[in-house]
């Protein structure tokens, strides 16, 4: 079985807890995601175990993916089911004055069409890509709510 395994990693400098918030808070997604992935809340559970989230990237096959434990403020872990099967988990290390925002996974490629394209592509390369303008959205919209709670608290 073809897999895709990768691991991106960003420093943002903003609170371990907004940077939670933000990955936690699945509506606010389209506003930091790229649109060239479609998104759409499937459950959102006040536990967050049990929420699940569908993407559609931009010329891709949707997969879904269902939250399945959490580590509160530091780590979730997501059950990846349809194109794709296996794991992803998003992990928050607080630094000094920032953290540490990693996004890793462990998947089996279960369409055969995107198994098929695997051997043309790289897969990994392309998540990896993707992860990047992730990244760039989430750090642009806590940057964005930062600034906004500073004028409004002034």
């Given at each position: 079985m073809?897999?895709?395994?990768?691991?991106?990693?960003?420093?943002?400098?903003?609170?371990?807890?907004l940077?939670?918030?933000?990955?936690?808070?699945?509506?606010?997604y389209t506003?930091?995601?790229?649109?060239?992935?479609?998104?759409?809340?499937?459950?959102?559970?006040?536990?967050?175990?049990?929420s699940?989230?569908?993407?559609?990237?931009?010329?891709?096959?949707?997969?879904?993916?269902?939250?399945?434990?959490?580590?509160?403020?530091?780590e979730?872990r997501l059950?990846?089911?349809?194109?794709?099967?296996?794991?992803?988990?998003?992990?928050?290390?607080?630094?000094?004055?920032?953290?540490?925002?990693?996004?890793?996974?462990?998947?089996?490629?279960a369409?055969?069409l995107?198994?098929?394209?695997?051997?043309?592509?790289?897969?990994?390369?392309?998540?990896?890509?993707?992860?990047?303008?992730?990244?760039?959205?989430?750090?642009?919209?806590?940057?964005?709510?930062?600034?906004?709670g500073?004028?409004?608290g002034?």
């Amino acid at each position: 079985m073809r897999r895709i395994q990768a691991e991106d990693a960003v420093v943002i400098a903003s609170a371990q807890n907004l940077i939670w918030q933000a990955i936690t808070d699945f509506s606010s997604y389209t506003k930091w995601w790229p649109s060239s992935v479609t998104i759409v809340v499937r459950r959102a559970a006040p536990e967050l175990v049990g929420s699940q989230v569908q993407l559609r990237p931009f010329g891709g096959r949707a997969f879904l993916c269902e939250v399945e434990s959490t580590r509160e403020g530091a780590e979730m872990r997501l059950r990846y089911s349809g194109v794709y099967r296996g794991t992803g988990v998003w992990t928050i290390v607080e630094g000094a004055g920032n953290c540490r925002v990693t996004y890793r996974v462990d998947l089996e490629i279960a369409d055969p069409l995107m198994r098929l394209l695997s051997y043309i592509v790289s897969i990994p390369r392309l998540h990896s890509k993707l992860m990047k303008e992730v990244f760039a959205g989430l750090a642009g919209y806590l940057d964005r709510n930062n600034k906004q709670g500073c004028t409004q608290g002034a």
